[in-house]
């Protein structure tokens, strides 16, 4: 099944305390981006992805790093969470933005106590 | 900057026939599209315009006018499981970025 996986699904965490949330997708996707959805502000885009080793900032990237080393894979990493990282996150890929629909991962609920 | 406005909340009744506006003033456009979310849930693609017209698909048509930096999504013969946030979201030039508006939150009622 064509699918966008993201884990963990839920985690609190405490601030300052490493975390990582992982995206992987299996269509084969050149594009990968991630998103923040938070109540009243809507999906942000955090960092997107057009290829391996290709990475670029989106609207809102501070406090949070990105790799691209397999084209199936994205992760996010949060090096010192913060209180104000937490949010619903969702994971998305694309064969290519310009008239490509994205498909989202499940998305990953964060609360940083 | 980037700015995508669209009503926070409006509601209709089943079987009705029901517009969602949105309003764009963004620097590059390359294209518009429209994604469904539903409470709790991912969103799902419903449609996208890069040329200025009405996009039919089913029950779900998109209009784009670029000159007005509008779009409209019609839902026709609405139903009950059509109540859900509606997302317009912008991609702009230059950097392959994508701006969502806040959504529209539609209720269906009987």
Redesign the interface.
């Known amino acids: 099944e064509a699918q966008v996986t993201q884990n963990p699904r839920y985690l609190i965490t405490v601030t300052g305390k490493k975390l990582t949330v992982t995206c992987s997708q299996n269509m084969n996707h050149e594009?990968m981006?991630w998103?923040r959805q938070d109540p009243?502000?809507?999906?942000?885009?955090i960092y997107?992805s057009?290829n391996v080793e290709v990475t670029?900032k989106?609207?809102v990237p501070e406090g949070y790093k990105v790799s691209r080393k397999e084209k199936r894979n994205f992760p996010l990493i949060l090096e010192s969470p913060s209180p104000n990282q937490t949010s619903l996150y969702?994971c998305a890929s694309s064969p290519g933005?310009?008239?490509h629909?994205?498909?989202?991962?499940?998305?990953t609920r964060l609360t940083v106590t | 900057g980037?700015n995508i406005d669209q009503p926070t909340e409006m509601t209709a009744t089943e079987g009705a026939i029901v517009q969602i506006n949105c309003t764009y003033q963004t620097s590059g456009f390359?294209?518009l599209?429209w994604y469904q979310q539903h409470a709790g849930?991912?969103?799902?693609?419903l449609s996208?315009n890069?040329l200025d017209g009405l996009e039919e698909k089913g029950r779900f048509s998109s209009f784009l006018s670029r000159s007005k930096g509008y779009s409209y999504l019609l839902l026709k013969e609405l139903q009950m499981k059509d109540s859900a946030s509606y997302?317009c979201?912008v991609?702009t030039g230059g950097?392959?970025?994508?701006?969502?508006?806040?959504?529209t939150q539609l209720k269906v009622e009987l």
């Open positions: 594009y981006s998103y009243g502000l809507g999906l942000r885009q997107y057009m670029d989106g609207d969702f933005l310009i008239f629909e994205q498909y989202f991962g499940p998305g | 980037q390359n294209g599209f849930e991912a969103p799902t693609f996208y890069v997302l979201a991609h950097g392959n970025k994508l701006t969502f508006g806040t959504g």
